[in-house]
């Protein structure tokens, strides 16, 4: 917990020139670094430190945003200068971006390739620690409908159940539908099981016409094809 009687570093602290705040309004939040943009959300500095020392020492620890992304509650939180508090508003800044993405339906994404499915999801797959399958919901314009985020821990063709894939596209009306997984390795070079859970989501598919478009594997910075490999399909 920050220490009230200690002395704290704004961002009004900084010269007029040098507050992101001001730098944002002035030039866009493109303009901004990573540091800053951080320091907007944070606020206050700590002991000896103004709130982009501060910002850019997080980061640093983390590694990157991706890192920041990755880390818990907890980790955060445990950060010096840092609280429940700044570390709620770090994870909340993140969750609203990813929810914009699907909030106005004419803006939902469409999905014409593997790569467009990786640009959407990757990002919050860096954030998982196991394995976890999720299945994009595509209407007849293979626009997203929805993400479903069904299981987590060890996947295999014998844990996870296929009626409960398709059960979300019947009831969402699904046309057809993407199951997207992560290897937290970061390898995503489909295993045996992949394949096998595959080859039984497209049999089912073909009895309920709902066609699986895919079955992508996730892995850090890159991804693997099911569809494109020719496994399973």
């Known amino acids: 917990m920050e ?33 800053e943009l951080l320091a907007i959300l944070l606020r206050v500095g700590t002991e000896g430190e103004n709130v982009i020392e501060l910002s850019s020492r997080v980061l640093q620890e983390f590694g990157s945003l991706r890192g920041l992304h990755r880390a818990s509650f907890e980790e ?34 469409v999905i014409g390739s593997p790569e467009d499915v990786f640009a959407l999801v990757h990002y919050d797959m860096l954030g998982l620690m196991q394995e976890h399958l999720w299945i994009l919901l595509l209407d007849t314009r293979n626009k997203v409908v929805r993400i479903e985020k069904l299981y987590q821990g060890s996947l295999n063709a014998s844990s996870v159940r296929v009626g409960e894939i398709y059960k979300a596209a019947i009831q969402k009306n699904a046309a057809s539908v993407i199951v997207i997984h992560n290897h937290p390795s970061g390898d995503p ?45």
């Open 189 to 233: 070079k489909p295993s045996p099981e992949d394949i096998a859970l595959t080859r039984a989501l497209v049999q089912a598919g073909k009895l309920l016409d709902i066609e699986l478009l895919d079955h992508i594997v996730i892995g850090h910075g890159k991804y693997a094809s099911l569809k494109e490999m020719g496994l399973g399909f």
């Open 3 to 35: 220490n009230e009687n200690k002395p704290t570093y704004r961002i009004t602290d900084l010269a007029k020139e040098e507050r992101p705040r001001e730098r944002l309004a002035n030039l866009g939040a493109g303009a901004l670094s990573k540091s």
């Open 76 to 109: 955060i939180c445990s950060i010096k200068g840092l609280g429940p508090a700044k570390a709620a508003q770090i994870k909340a800044a993140i969750e609203l971006g990813n929810r914009m993405m699907l909030e106005d339906p004419e803006a939902r994404p």
